[in-house]
Nanobody, 122 residues
Framework: VQLVESGGGLVQPGDSLRLSCAASGFNVDDYSIGWFRQVAGKEREGVACISRSGGNYADLVQGRFAISRVRDDNTVYFTMNNLKPEDTAGYSC??????????????????WGKGTLITISS
């Protein structure tokens, strides 16, 4: 089982990016997949998750980011619009066992990708 993220980079405030989380060894339809981000010195936070119920988003990204998955690609995509400097972080995808009642609460991450860095700066 492997997850590989791609699509990170340096962009300006207001720009958009699409991250990819390519899965191998399992079908992305069979798991909930979440995106997480972490800034050095801070705790990792869940930002979005896709499950059979659809997308779930943390409040900070609600309305700006969108998560989707394409079975044929066996990939989960994460489209981020109107990026802000505070979105700068390392972003990782992971399988998720359960989603909590609070937005952005994703539990039971068994498989992780290595992550991709996004920097938003003018």
């Amino acid at each position: 089982v492997q997850l590989v993220e791609s699509g990170g980079g340096l962009v300006q405030p207001g720009d958009s990016l699409r991250l990819s989380c390519a899965a191998s060894g399992f079908n992305v339809d069979d798991y909930s997949i979440g995106w997480f981000r972490q800034v050095a010195g801070k705790e990792r936070e869940g930002v979005a998750c896709i499950s059979r119920s659809g997308g779930n988003y943390a409040d900070l990204v609600q309305g700006r980011f969108a998560i989707s998955r394409v079975r044929d690609d066996n990939t989960v995509y994460f489209t981020m619009n109107n990026l802000k400097p505070e979105d700068t972080a390392g972003y990782s995808c992971a399988t998720v066992d359960s989603i909590g009642s609070r937005r952005g609460s994703y539990f039971g991450q068994k498989y992780w990708g290595k992550g991709t860095l996004i920097t938003i700066s003018s």
